[in-house]
């Protein structure tokens, strides 16, 4: 089969490998969509150390069955799907209590890291398990399936948030998954969603999917900003996109005494805390990591039209063209959001 390898680190070169066994309980994926994840942007030049070469990445994808294992009963061949990004085992206690998310043998597909190494979807074919994989509505187009797994991780952010009916909200970081978070906020009950971002085109985009506001920490104090557009009192809930230390301290800074915050970015691995500011004002601060059961909501929400990806994909282009369209990414060419690459 034709894969997308990464040979060295920023070197991406596209090779025959052999397609993957199946075992019985595997689904053998002839791979449609995929989409690059910024995780994959930095892991490409070694910086995350989560992508050590050699390695097929890719782990936002979609397409069909092309066989399945001899245990697998209830999905054949031609069948359009999409799968989850984590392989969990399934039999594990986090398994058992439905935060499949935290397995004890988690692999993310397309990941290699030390521990292990898991080729992921920028091929002509994946092997999964059947656990992880989910039938696309027919009205979901390949582009949008692949669009799933950012999507689970936004729903899975959301379901840890405690997000009430007129709710404010302020989402700090509008990239790809902050415009989901801000789209999820709103069908979630949000009176008032406030986005932020250092660039005005992403502000722009972010009113366009439902923002109320959208306030560039370049031009203006955004903590004093969002108290004089709540009468003082400052956001219900914060969701941070970035990971990193001004990012945090901005959402943390808006929120009201008793608000809360997630966390979704995750780019540095250690952040300066404003702890007594979160400590005295009795903030909630949670982590949220990947999804954990999301897929089937996620795809209804597609299949209604509940949220819009379309906005968020700039480009989709034949897996050939992947090396090219990695360097532009790299590059942090202006206005590149979601690109999908198709084997
Ligand atoms: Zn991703
Ligand atoms: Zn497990």
């Not at 052999?18 to 075992?23: K, N, R, S, T």
């Not at 058992?96 to 290699?112: A, I, K, M």
């Not at 399936?145 to 989402?171: I, K, N, Q």
Request: glycine share 12%; charged share 25%.
């Amino acid at each position: 089969m034709k894969a997308l390898l990464l040979t060295e680190y920023r070197r991406l070169e596209m090779t025959e490998m052999p397609a993957p066994e199946i075992g019985p309980d595997d689904v053998l994926v002839r791979v449609r969509a995929c989409g690059i994840c910024g995780s994959d942007i930095h892991g490409f030049d070694g910086s995350s150390g989560r992508r050590i070469p050699p390695l097929v990445m890719g782990h936002e994808a979609s397409g069909m069955v092309a066989e399945v294992g001899s245990a697998v009963k209830d999905l054949r061949a031609g069948d359009r799907i999409t799968f989850d990004s984590m392989v969990y085992c399934g039999t594990c206690r986090y398994c058992r209590d439905g935060e499949s998310n935290l397995c004890d043998q988690r692999r993310v597909l397309g990941v290699s890291c030390g521990d292990y190494r898991r080729h992921g979807a920028f091929a002509e074919y994946l092997a999964v398990p059947r656990r992880i994989v989910y039938r696309l509505p027919d009205s979901v187009s390949f582009e949008q399936a692949a669009m799933v797994e950012p999507l689970s991780v936004v729903f899975h952010a959301l379901r840890l948030t405690p997000v009430r009916l007129g709710d404010t909200a302020v989402v700090v970081g509008s990239g790809m998954i902050g415009l989901l978070v801000v789209q999820a906020l709103r069908r979630a009950g949000c009176g008032r969603v406030i986005a932020v971002d250092l660039e005005d085109s992403k502000l722009e985009l972010a009113r366009r999917l439902g923002a109320n506001d959208g306030l560039n920490p370049k031009r203006c104090d955004v903590p004093a900003e969002v108290g004089a557009l709540t009468g003082g009192r400052g956001a219900d809930v914060a969701v941070e996109a970035v990971g990193a230390t001004a990012p945090i301290q901005t959402a943390a800074a808006c929120l009201r005494k008793g608000g809360a915050l997630t966390l979704v970015g995750n780019l540095s691995p250690k952040v300066e805390f404003p702890l007594q500011w979160i400590v005295t004002r009795e903030i909630r601060v949670t982590g949220s990591c990947g999804s954990a059961g999301e897929y089937p909501a996620c795809l209804e929400a597609l299949e209604r039209g509940m949220i819009d990806v379309a906005p968020l994909i700039s480009a989709t282009a034949p897996l050939e063209e992947g090396a090219a369209w990695f360097d532009r990414l790299y590059q942090g060419e202006k206005g590149l959001m979601k690109v999908i690459l198709k084997p």
